[in-house]
Each structure stands twice: as C-alpha cells, then as structure tokens.
C-alpha cells in the first residue's frame, strides 16, 4: 500500500454504510458540505452529561461536573433541556448515577475523552475511535468506558463501537502484549453495563475485520439506498429520493398490485 493514501475509518463512517450505503454516499463520498444537524433534547442531555463525566474524571470533584452541566444546560440554544424541563431533571439524574459510577471505580490513573487514530499501512488504513473514559486497574489490567444516556442502545452496535475503542486505547498507551482490557458501555439513564473482555488477540482480529471491511467500502460503486425508519434521524433526508418517495408511496405501490391480482376476472371458478 505504500504512496496510496489510507483510508480514514470511525465507528460512524462504519455504521452508515451499514445502515445505508445513499447515506454514506452522501457524508463520505459525496463532498457536499454536511447539513447543520438538527439538535434534540435528547441529543443535549447526551451531550451535556458527556461533558460533565469528563469534567469529573479530570479532576475528580462531582462539583467541577455538576457546574459543567449546569452552564450547558442553561444556554439559550439548549433550553428545550433547560431549568423546569423534565430534561434537565433527567440530565442531573443522569449525572448522579455517573458520580456513582465515578466512585465506584478503583484505578491507578485515569484519562478523560482519548480521541486519537492509529494508521494500519499493511491494510490501507487509519482508524479513529474515541474513549469517554480510561482506567489504568493495575499492572496489565485496564479499563476503558463509553457513556450511554439513551433509552436503549442496540447490542451489536456497541460492541463494535468497544472494539474500535479497544484498539485506540492499547495503541495510545501502547500496552502490553500481556495487558487486558475491559470494555465497558455504561448506561447513565438506565444503569446498565455492557461489558467484553479483551486482549491482543482480539484487537488483532478487530483490525483484520476492518481492513476487509475497507476493502468492501472502497469497491462500493452503486449506493444504493436503505429507507427506513432511520431515515426521520438522517440530516440528508431532504436531498434523498429515496427517503421522499418511500414517505409518499409506503407499500401502496404493491398494494395497488395486489388489488389487480385478487380481481375477480383473474381468478374466475365456474362452479357446475
């Protein structure tokens, strides 16, 4: 691969051309400037507990935390979540259980928000991943978190998000072949842990996945559309085909042909 410019990787680019391949035309392939994502209150209280998590794991005072989220909250372009909603009151809720969490973690060292890539030339590619958190346990033992605060997260989506995690972390702080970590997505709303136990070995297959799957999304010419239900989040809806004439059309079109292939001519029985 060498002189051939690697191809960047992210748990988002991933998951879009899995879930789309128009859409992933449209954010990676396209070069059409991205839309202003619309910002929900949901998507505030996320935002701002992430925030607040790692203000507290920086310095390790729930307060530094609590003030972070307050200020965040209070922003005129974040009121749909502010003061007297029932947002707010989620997002402090939220941030309660995360300094239980904070407290309940025993660690040597610990790092907030490790957003760094790690190029792989023998496979053509660089992959970017992002931790929210990073606990060093004990000798060759470690940790690494992703903060949740939605209603439910999709099982095998958060797994491949940790694997990717898990591949960053022990190339940054270049761990040892012996080393374990594990991969946590911790639930702030729900208080639920999903947690994977990882070693070398498993970051190594991570990475022979990737590469095949680069391969894939290099060769894809077609992209062709997958409208569905993730089509009300998507900030290209208005610019897709696709997305507009399954909204106006649903399953009416078969409908319609099932209506002509049930007629009564169609399926004439003389009766003696």
Not at 49 to 67: I, K, S
Not at 76 to 95: D, I, R
Not at 116 to 126: D, E, F, N, V
Not at 187 to 207: H, K, S
């Amino acid at each position: 691969m060498s002189g051939e410019e690697l191809f960047r990787l992210t748990h988002s680019k991933l998951e879009t051309f899995r879930r789309c391949r128009k859409q992933y035309w449209f954010a990676y392939v396209s070069g059409l400037p991205w839309p202003r994502p619309e910002e929900t209150p949901a998507g505030i209280v996320g935002t701002g507990v992430h925030r607040a998590m790692a203000r507290l794991c920086e310095t390790g005072d729930p307060g530094d935390g609590a003030a972070e989220l307050d200020v965040y909250l209070r922003m005129p372009e974040h009121a749909a979540a502010g003061p007297g909603t029932a947002w707010w009151e989620l997002a402090f809720a939220a941030y309660g259980r995360g300094v239980e969490a904070h407290r309940s973690i025993l660690s040597e060292a610990r790092w907030a928000e490790l957003d760094s890539w790690a190029p792989a030339k023998r496979l053509g590619i660089t992959v970017q991943s992002k931790a929210d958190r990073v606990d060093r346990l004990g000798p060759g033992r470690w940790q690494v978190i992703d903060w949740k605060t939605g209603r439910f997260d999709l099982d095998e989506v958060v797994d491949r998000q940790l694997d990717l995690a898990h591949v960053i972390v022990r190339v940054v702080r270049q761990l040892p072949r012996e080393a374990t970590v594990r991969a946590v997505a911790w639930n702030l709303r729900t208080g639920e842990q999903r947690v994977r136990e990882l070693t070398r070995e498993d970051a190594a297959r991570t990475m022979d996945y990737l590469g095949r799957m680069a391969a894939v999304m290099r060769a894809e010419s077609e992209f062709l559309a997958t409208p569905g239900v993730h089509c009300g989040f998507c900030a290209w809806r208005s610019r897709c085909e696709a997305a507009a004439q399954l909204e106006q059309e649903g399953l009416d079109v078969l409908a319609e042909e099932a209506e002509e292939l049930s007629a009564p001519d169609d399926f004439a029985i003389e009766w003696d």
